[in-house]
């Protein structure tokens, strides 16, 4: 299924809003494990005392990374990954297009036909050094 390029921008042209909305940070954690900062205003505390096992030991690092994580994802990332995506099914596409056409030709053969048309493949294939020629 094609990816559906206007709502993963919408989700990250929101992503950015909310980016913008934030304070410019930098964000940083003030204490080991603790407490997160952006700009001297708390944005996160986490209290190892409550959770023994530290099991919420990442979240402050969560936070203060998010400030330049997600501007960079939602802004460059994906953009990027969408453009390699929307060539990558495009070729796609023109790969099943010329498969079908091939298709279609290969049903109006003899067997015979077929059978020389396979071996001057396979032999134009090893001159190649094994390539087949679908790039």
Known sequence: MKPDEQAIRAR??????????ASSGPWTTSAPDTVGHAMGHLVMVCSLDRYH???QSGNAEFIAHAR?????IAGQD???????????WDKAERLRHR?????????RLSMHERVELQRQHNADAAAKGGDDGLD
Do not use: F, N
């Open 78 to 88: 994906v953009p990027a990954l969408l453009e390699l995506v929307k060539e990558l």
């Open 53 to 55: 096992d530290g099991s």
């Open 12 to 21: 990250c042209d929101a992503v950015i809003a909310r980016c913008d909305e």
């Open 99 to 107: 498969c079908d056409l091939y298709e279609l030709a290969w049903a």
């Open 68 to 72: 330049e994580d997600l501007p960079q």
